[in-house]
């Protein structure tokens, strides 16, 4: 079966919504009035409206304007309107998809545990409990352990909650860095819900249940930076606690508020929230922080950066919740810059710190290429990199392209772009009603747009499952944001392709760029050498070691490679982890939106050069050594 199968049905079902001044009829990119076709897509683009222009007109539309997470009750009529007729041909759609991939896809593998093998991991701290080897090892209790293996799959532990569990469950504070798709939602949900359930009183007694109460008192607050990691966190501690009794609860911005109040009236356990929305809650005094005994900062180094700082410092430290020593503090991530862990003191206890892999490394799972590219020459070779990789299928038919850039007004005009030449694409970017960006990665990830350009607010977290290549149209100013978004691909054990387009303007980030990649025993272009000298901000001066210079405490740490189990004292590689981190792109608390708005990056003047030597050296038909033609993503079909 071919997308042209659901595409055609989108079309053929597709309804004319109803036009309401001040919210206009969003039709997708790829359905409006083209004339081209994707990759032989057959769309009707007759039951489609013209293309006029952005067809959004939604800008600014503050924070409670963008509905919730699909068609939840309590919108207005307007907004009912406006959706419905969507809906129904969404739902369409979605339904053929499903067909399709019950057809199309196999069951999951599960993770490729020996891509984790030799992980090197490194703790500090004092008394550090024992890493496990299987969840067997370790009292989750039944019905989580139930869900652990009949809902999820886990078959074991990955290397990061082989040891942040047993750290968590032994009630120490915790700095975990993991690198992206090796499992830390689950290292630190797990110890959370088994917390949760293992507390003296009930947690219906604590939580209210039974009664309405006005103020919500959660056990555990997990806070996220951006609304769609929140709702994934979500969506997997409800996975997790099914059956457990524990109430798992959801606060973030842009969605209505008053569906999310009234869902904490039955009693909330687990709060996942971003900073604003939380904020907002126990202002209106609906929640209340003074219970918790968990507090866990999903990407961590981001939330304690300038953007977040002080709202989370509010939270953590001026309302009413426990201080450290009574509460237990875990934070993760994949990067944890040398200020941010000083930073990230202030709200631990006498923590052990854990490092799977590097600190900022990226996983050796994500095959890493550097293309030289003017700006002028950049949709030139997007072009020629999507038609290559569409022709060749070599990275499975049903896989997704994820592209980055620099801005939100960047993300529209290449969305669009790509959408009049033929390619299925949607955009994600803050600057977009929350409606609009669930719906865009709704459709990307059901493969109804396989392509989706976004700004950094898609960077973090964000677990898409066949997600196959990243092409960073426009490189970050930091590495550690390039490490984050490459780590959308390659994630549980699979492999995946990340691409770069790299020019003069983007040699801050050289060095690091170049490090990065011989760290992962990957081949760096030896032009990239020329620009090394020129690197600053983006420079984390990774230093001689492969392994260590992590925690930032520097002293009495232990570390041993994974596949040995015998502890040895280390001293660390000399570490400057720079920590330039870009600043666009987040919920941020007070808009809910990307704080910066850079104008176009990407001009719109049509592009008609030949691809440059190096793409085609990269991607051309060689198939030799990490050509393109040679680079199977594997897991994905
Ligand atoms: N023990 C396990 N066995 C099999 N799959 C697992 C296991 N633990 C987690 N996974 C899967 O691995 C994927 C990545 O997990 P997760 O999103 O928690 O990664 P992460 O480390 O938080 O990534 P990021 O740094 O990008 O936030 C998810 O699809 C998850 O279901």
């Known amino acids: 079966m071919s997308y042209s199968y659901f595409s055609d049905s989108y079309a053929a079902t597709a309804e004319k919504p109803v036009r309401h001044s001040g919210r206009s009829n969003y039709n997708p990119p790829h359905l409006r009035d083209q ?60 339904e053929k998809l499903n067909e399709v991939e019950v057809v199309d896809e196999k069951p999951s593998m599960g993770i490729n545990f020996d891509a984790y093998e030799d992980i090197p991991v490194e703790t500090s701290g004092s008394d550090v409990p024992k890493p496990v080897n299987t969840f067997a090892e370790i009292d989750l209790g039944e019905a989580l352990n139930d869900n652990i293996r009949n809902r999820c799959k886990y078959v074991k532990p990955t290397p990061i909650q082989r040891h942040a569990i047993p750290v968590a469950l032994a009630g120490r504070d915790l700095m975990a860095c993991a690198q992206t798709g090796s499992g830390k939602t689950a290292a630190f949900c797990f110890p959370i ?17 039974g009664r309405r109460e006005m103020t919500a008192y959660p056990l555990a607050l997990v806070l996220s930076p951006t609304r769609e990691l929140c709702c994934q966190i979500h969506e997997e501690a409800k996975k997790f606690c099914y059956q457990t009794g524990v109430k798992v609860a959801v606060a973030y911005g842009g969605a209505p ?11 909330v356990d687990i709060l996942v929230a971003t900073p ?43 309302l009413d919740m426990p ?30 710190f854990l490092s799977v892999g590097r600190v900022g490394s990226s996983t050796d799972l994500i095959l890493q290429k550097v293309v030289f590219v003017d700006d002028m020459e950049k949709r030139d070779c997007l072009r020629n990199l999507l038609r290559d990789q569409k022709a ?66 898609a960077s973090r977290g964000l677990d898409i499952p066949r997600v196959a290549h990243v092409i960073n149209f426009d490189l970050p100013k930091d590495i550690d944001s390039y490490v984050h978004r490459i780590g959308r691909t390659g994630r549980a054990g699979k492999s995946g392709l990340a691409t770069a387009f790299f020019n003069a303007k983007n040699s801050s980030i050289a060095k690091a760029l170049s490090e990065l990649i011989k760290e992962a025993h990957q081949e760096s272009p030896s032009w990239l050498a020329q620009y090394v000298d020129g690197s600053s901000s983006g420079d984390r001066c990774y230093g001689s070691s492969k392994f260590g210079g992590r925690d930032y405490r520097s002293s009495n740490s232990n570390s041993y490679a994974a596949d040995n189990n015998s502890y040895s004292t280390t001293g660390y590689a000399a570490a400057d982890y720079g920590g330039a981190n870009g600043g666009s792109g987040y919920d941020h608390p007070s808009s809910g939106y990307d704080t910066a708005d850079y104008g176009g990056a990407s001009g719109s003047v049509e592009y ?30």
């Open 35 to 94: 004339n081209t076709r994707p990759f032989g897509y057959s769309y009707r683009s007759e039951s489609q409206p013209p293309n006029n222009g952005r067809g959004r007109g939604r800008r600014g539309g503050g924070r409670g304007g963008g509905g919730g997470r699909g068609f939840v009750p309590g919108y207005s009529e307007l907004d009912r309107q406006f959706r419905e007729p969507y809906r129904r041909t969404y739902d369409t759609v979605v």
């Open 193 to 209: 819900i088994c917390g949760v359930l293992n507390l003296q009183s009930p947690p219906e007694a604590a939580a209210g249940f």
């Open 257 to 267: 508020i008053g569906h999310q109040l009234r869902s904490f009236e039955k009693g």
């Open 276 to 318: 604003g929305r939380l904020t907002d809650v126990i202002e209106r005094s609906r929640v209340s922080l003074k219970r918790v005994k968990y507090l866990a900062l999903d990407e961590a180094d981001r939330m304690l950066d300038m953007g977040f700082e002080p709202q989370i410092r509010k939270i953590v430290e001026c």
């Open 323 to 352: 201080p450290p020593g009574r509460r237990q503090t875990m934070l993760f991530s994949a990067t944890f810059p040398e200020q941010i862990q000083r930073l990230a003191s202030d709200f631990l206890s006498n923590y052990i």
């Open 392 to 457: 060749n299928g070599n990275l499975g038919k049903n896989a997704l392209t994820l592209v980055f850039v620099e801005t939100k007004r960047g993300a529209d005009s290449l969305e669009r772009w790509l959408c009049q030449i033929g390619f299925p694409a949607t955009a994600i970017h803050g600057d977009k009603v929350q409606y609009e960006r669930e719906r865009a990665l709704n459709i990307f990830k059901n493969g109804v747009t396989p392509i989706l350009v976004a700004t950094d607010v």
């Open 608 to 637: 008609a050069p030949p691809p440059p030597a190096e793409f085609s050296d990269c991607y051309g038909g060689g198939g030799g050594g990490h050509g393109y033609e040679s680079i199977v993503a594997g897991g994905w079909e």
